[in-house]
């Protein structure tokens, strides 16, 4: 069976289906092909369904209007056709990779059955199926390790003590987030968990996973020490998706090379999202993929000027639970270089911490915990890269909270 589409995407995330909605409203339709059984939905907010403050359904996406649920298996490109695992072949005129990324699985002992699978109790945290296998799972005194202090690793230890489990979370690093936050930020963090009743462990590899019957029971530290666990959650970040592209010969370094038109080695296949590397960067964060499916609309309904220049972006992380919100953005660079100039404002009663970076008059990045009033001015003179007044505006920047 072969069906005939000019523009095909790849891809039922965030990326693959903005740039499918956006595609359809500017008159040239696409065909979006998603391996997931479940609707298109937002991977950000799986934390939320986990800690049982969304259902399943409210994080769903607005569907395309062409959507076809089924694996691709292989692209020709000189037949210009992607074949699937039902049989069907579905040509194209141009593809467009929106393959997302894989969970990283860490090397550890025990962590794989005979055949391949994660042990009863082991689970990724990647996929709607991965938060409902683990919202099943979980009861009020479940036992769980999670592996990895990042972005991921924060939100699903928050997540798992909100619904009463007796978490564990093991930071290979220094301390937590070290990668978007700096240390006093880390620590106000570290603090929100423990009040939680998380226990953290940073500077802490995990070596082994032991299972009995098949069924994880503990794992072991690097030192030797065992915790005893009924659940782990593997949260050691995520690898760009590349499989399809390598296949099909495409260049591939960290993700599949694109330029500023979001071409691939082969101009009549795009990559974009999770799965792409633009001018050596592989974003992996929802608002770089949203403005790349943007650009990438306008350009393939006909507007030749459209162009992808790169994105600053800014993380951003609201953790809810008992007592008040805990809200946390970082932008650029957090850590100042020698010659820099930084201003903190801490105010340990509403346990709120602001802290900017300026280099060359030109504020270069920042971090904000507790309450976020400020953020929107402070991201838009940093993605502006405008020399700063000379009248004081930084402190007024921090201090000031309107324009969220």
Request: charged share 25%; hydrophobic share 40%.
């Amino acid at each position: 069976m072969t069906s005939n589409t000019r523009v095909v995407v790849i891809g039922a995330g965030l990326a693959g289906v903005r740039l499918a909605r956006r595609l359809g409203e500017l008159g040239t339709p696409a065909l979006l092909v998603g391996d997931e059984e479940h609707a298109p939905y937002n991977r950000v907010l799986l934390a939320e369904v986990l800690a049982g403050r969304y259902a399943p359904e409210v994080i769903t996406l607005p569907p395309p209007t062409g959507l076809l649920r089924t694996r691709v298996t292989g692209i020709d490109r000189a037949a210009r056709t992607v074949s699937c695992a039902d049989g069907m072949s579905i040509a194209y005129d141009t593809l467009v990779l929106a393959t997302g990324s894989n969970p990283v699985l860490p090397p550890l002992r025990g962590l794989f059955t005979p055949d391949r699978r994660l042990p009863e109790g082991v689970h990724a945290f990647r996929t709607l199926d991965d938060c409902l296998g683990l919202a099943e799972a979980v009861r009020p005194g479940t036992r769980a390790v999670v592996i990895g202090g990042g972005l991921l690793g924060v939100s699903a230890a928050r997540a798992l003590a909100v619904r009463g489990a007796q978490v564990v979370l093991a930071q290979q690093a220094e301390r937590l987030m070290e990668r978007q936050l700096d240390p006093d930020a880390s620590r106000l963090v570290l603090r929100h968990l423990t009040d939680l009743g998380v226990e953290v462990h940073t500077e802490c590899r995990v070596r082994d996973v032991r299972c009995v019957a098949g069924a994880v029971r503990s794992v072991e530290l690097a030192d030797g020490y065992a915790l005893d666990t009924d659940l782990v959650v593997l949260a050691c970040g995520v690898r760009p998706r590349t499989g399809l592209a390598e296949q099909a010969g495409l260049t591939v370094r960290k993700g599949v090379l694109v330029d500023d038109e979001l071409r691939t080695s082969d101009p009549h296949i795009h990559a974009i999202g999770d799965c792409a590397q633009h001018d050596g960067t592989v974003y992996g964060l929802a608002a770089p993929a949203l403005e790349q499916a943007e650009a990438l609309a306008e350009l393939l309904a006909g507007d030749t000027s459209a162009r992808y220049r790169g994105t600053r972006s800014l993380t951003r992380l609201t953790l809810t639970g008992p007592g008040s919100p805990f809200d946390l953005a970082a932008f650029g660079e957090t850590e100042a270089r020698p010659g820099d100039d930084v201003v903190r404002l801490t105010d340990a009663t509403r346990g709120t911490y602001r802290k900017v970076v300026v280099r060359d008059d030109r504020l270069v990045g920042g971090v904000l915990v507790g309450e976020l009033g400020t953020v929107g001015a402070l991201a838009r003179a940093w993605e502006g890269a405008e020399p700063l007044p000379d009248d004081g505006p930084l402190l007024h920047l921090l201090t000031n909270d309107g324009g969220s």
